[in-house]
């Protein structure tokens, strides 16, 4: 079954503290993609992960992949409370047919 | 740009009622799809579409059908709504070959 798992799922921080949001997903997959949803809101990517060792960045946020381990991360760096949201992991494999297989979501609240 | 607009965005309804949810694109995409996103469960696959006049199931498709008669609309159809039917859905397209999905604001659906 394909699976993908994320942790943790809820994330309460205080502002300029570091955190990591794990990915782990249970298929062979080259490919994760990253999305985010405000409260009551749509989700908008952030970053796609396209090969082993990919590495993306945008502001205090940073993501990246190792398909060996079948696991991404997304790195928070110095938290503001704007980054408060919840994060999602995607990948697409063969199995699924190249269709997007979710996580959970990670809530993240960060604290003034 | 108006990008992905659904409607209507909030609905009530008896269980047995049907009803259709409209999803229009404004970006020529090829691609389209719907989920449903219920608390804790991340966002899961009722149908999608490839192009004009195609459809598939994606993982949840029971009780839903869809139809995708032109390019930029994709209809999500109710027959007979159940309480299980009770969640926000999602529309969203693609480019052709792409996962870097543009949603739609939502449709709260609740059944009674």
């Known amino acids: 079954e394909l699976k993908v798992e994320q942790n943790p799922l809820f994330l309460s921080m205080q502002e300029g503290k570091n955190y990591t949001i794990y990915c782990n997903y249970s298929?062979?997959?080259?490919?994760l993609y990253w999305y985010r949803q405000d409260p009551g809101k749509s989700l908008e990517s952030l970053f796609v992960?396209?090969?082993n060792g990919a590495v993306k960045q945008e502001g205090r946020l940073m993501a990246s992949l190792d398909t060996k381990a079948r696991l991404s991360t997304l790195h928070i760096t110095a938290a503001v409370h704007d980054l408060s949201a919840t994060y999602f992991c995607?990948?697409?494999?063969?199995?699924?047919?190249?269709?997007?297989?979710w996580g959970a979501g990670t809530k993240l609240i960060i604290k003034p | 740009n108006a990008g992905v607009t659904q409607t209507p965005k909030f609905r009530v309804l008896k269980t047995g009622q049907s009803m259709t949810l409209l999803c229009a694109q404004d970006?020529?995409?090829?691609?389209m799809y719907w989920y449903r996103q219920d608390p804790g469960m991340g966002l899961r696959l009722i149908h999608y579409?490839?192009?004009?006049?195609?459809?598939a199931k994606g993982e949840v498709p029971d009780g839903y059908n869809v139809s995708r008669l032109k390019k930029q609309n994709f209809l999500l159809g109710l027959e007979s709504a159940a309480p299980s039917q009770t969640s926000v859905y999602f529309c969203?397209?693609?480019?052709?070959?792409?996962?870097?999905?543009?949603f739609g604001a939502g449709s709260r659906l609740t059944v009674l």
């Open positions: 969203a397209s693609a480019r052709s070959g792409a996962n870097v999905l543009t």
């Open positions: 970006m020529n995409h090829e691609y």
């Open positions: 579409s490839v192009g004009e006049g195609t459809t």
């Open positions: 298929t062979t997959s080259d490919r």
């Open positions: 992960l396209l090969s």
């Open positions: 995607a990948v697409d494999t063969e199995d699924s047919n190249y269709q997007l297989i």
